[in-house]
């Protein structure tokens, strides 16, 4: 007659295997649509380092020079400060070129990002280059240098300045805009040159 212990134990076992391979089954037949949706959707969250790994093999990287804050959230493990740290040097200008620069920022050590870098990018992007486009931070400018955004004369860098310094800093394009009342085409074209 069989230990009852070992009989309890042998149960438990053979539920546990069960489950888990019905969970490896059911995760089998969502991986076409997990994969499909990490390449069609700019927003995928990955879950694990595993769906970075999958999405690394699939072709999905993120250029870390030109990520938003909603690229750095996808990774997991990154909160909100630390994509808006990094988001927030990025328009700053600084530039990251290796996983190196990455771990300094967020004062983390290199190994906690390693597990990432199948799917980062370090491009580099030259500053003086004609295409590439340096923001100004709307709240900060000066006159100067807002009429050297392309569509901005004079009258309306004075326009922003003087709105900024009576009624406070700018909280993003859309207080901008309604604020100064300007065309939704002029504020088309200041999303590629301002940050606030």
């Known amino acids: 007659m069989p230990n009852p212990p070992l009989l309890s134990l042998t149960v438990t076992l ?3 295997l069960t489950q888990l391979a019905q969970r490896m089954e059911l995760d ?3 991986a076409p649509c997990r994969r499909a949706q990490m390449l069609q959707d700019p927003y995928y969250r990955f879950a694990s380092i595993a769906e970075v790994q999958e999405a690394a093999a ?3 990287t993120i250029d870390v020079n030109r990520a938003t804050v909603d690229d750095w959230l996808r990774l997991p493990g990154l909160s909100i400060h630390q994509a808006k740290l990094l988001h927030g040097l990025l328009q700053a200008g600084v530039q990251f070129h290796c ?3 990455l771990a300094a920022a967020l004062s983390v050590s290199v190994a906690h990002l390693k597990p990432l870098a199948p799917i980062l990018r370090f491009y580099y992007y030259d500053p003086d280059s004609v295409e590439t486009i340096q923001t100004l931070n709307a709240n900060q400018a000066t ?3 807002l009429t050297k955004i ?3 004369d004079l009258f ?3 326009a922003i300045v003087e709105q900024r310094s009576a009624h406070g800093p700018y909280r993003n394009l859309v207080d901008l805009q309604q604020r ?3 065309p939704a085409t002029l504020t088309a074209e200041l999303m590629h040159y301002l940050h606030f």
């Open 14 to 16: 053979s539920h546990w």
């Open 28 to 30: 089998s037949r969502r």
């Open 58 to 60: 699939l072709g999905v």
């Open 99 to 101: 996983l190196e620069d």
């Open 143 to 145: 006159i100067a240098q």
């Open 150 to 152: 392309p569509s901005v």
């Open 156 to 158: 309306l860098a004075r």
């Open 180 to 182: 100064l009342n300007l």
